[in-house]
């Protein structure tokens, strides 16, 4: 089963009382009385599998109208995680985002058994590039355009390395554009599936796009980094793609991980590995299609 095979009443009911879903490695049990919500999740969510007979949650996660005066007033939520409220209380309008953001953050403040890459991960043939990069840089719209053009979407944010056998983990979560990119991947991409634009985030504008649905389904499918390079957007910039050397790749992905210091050695023999398994470049980029047929090339062997 899956979001999408339940109808909204009886999303609403789950809803009520606590639905557990996957996503990638993760059981998410969400509880809400957001009525809005549960139209959004079926648009967004449909192929996310349902996770209903689990014994276990890694994350609880409820989703609830702040009351008092604010109930009318300028309506508030406030997102408990695990029984904590580690964020101040989000205008109600914003609930979408703030419980994608509540999400991502369960996962990077407890997922320490992974060394957590701030990076976008796309894989063709189960060999993946990694895109780490911090925001501004392009990430995540780079990740949208190589997705809808025929790459497995594993993560737009986060890279869940396996320090056993570096392998990567797929967290296929909702694609988060921001701004000036959301009306450049409605024209790039105008079959993705994007809900509404929230204009009064504290990102700004955010509009999130559905991964494709095999990227769903294959969530639990690794797939082993085999290039990393580091995205810059720059308007009207010609595609240059230019090797890094390896100690400079090394000190830029130990720079792009959240959590590098706090697993210690795990986490230097881990970026180690990928930087002395992968081929490291620079990549700077303005046009989507010229972005997506330079490292088309750079995967057939081409570069």
């Known amino acids: 089963m899956n979001f999408a095979s339940l109808e909204q009443a009886e999303l609403c009911t789950y809803l009520a009382r606590g639905l557990r879903f996957r996503s990638g490695p993760f059981i998410f049990n969400l509880q809400t009385d957001l009525s809005e919500i549960a139209p959004l999740l079926r648009q967004l969510y449909a192929a996310y599998p349902l996770a209903l007979d689990a014994g276990f949650t890694d994350f609880c996660v409820n989703l609830q109208v702040r009351g008092g005066v604010r109930r009318w007033w300028r309506p508030q939520v406030q997102l408990w995680l695990d029984g904590k409220t580690p964020f101040q209380p989000f205008p109600r309008d914003t609930a979408l985002p703030f419980l994608e953001w509540g999400l991502n953050w369960c996962v990077a403040m407890h997922a320490h058994h992974y060394l957590m890459l701030h990076a976008g991960v796309i894989a063709r043939d189960d060999r993946a590039i990694l895109l780490p990069a911090w925001p501004g840089s392009g990430k995540s719209t780079l990740c949208t355009a190589l997705t809808y053009r ?71 499918k690794t797939a082993k980094a085999c290039w990393v390079v580091f995205p810059d ?68 062997g081409l570069i």
Request: proline residues 8%; contains cysteine; aromatic residues 10%.
């Open 150 to 220: 025929g790459w497995r979407f594993l993560s737009d944010e986060f890279a869940l390395i396996r320090p056993s056998d570096l392998h990567i983990a797929p967290f296929p979560r909702l694609i988060a554009l921001k701004n000036e990119s959301i009306s450049v991947i409605r024209q790039f991409a105008p079959a993705a599936v994007m809900g509404p634009a929230f204009p009064k985030t504290r990102k700004g504008t955010v509009c999130h796009v559905r991964p494709p649905v095999n990227s769903i389904e294959n969530s639990l």
């Open 233 to 300: 957007y720059q308007p009207a910039a010609a595609p240059l793609l230019r090797p890094l050397d390896k100690a400079r790749a090394f000190l830029k992905l130990a720079g792009n991980s959240f959590n590098y210091e706090l697993i210690g050695l795990r986490g230097f023999e881990t970026v180690a590995g990928l930087i002395d398994s992968c081929d490291c470049y620079l990549f700077q980029y303005s046009d989507l299609e010229q972005a997506v047929a330079q490292l088309n090339a750079l995967a057939d």
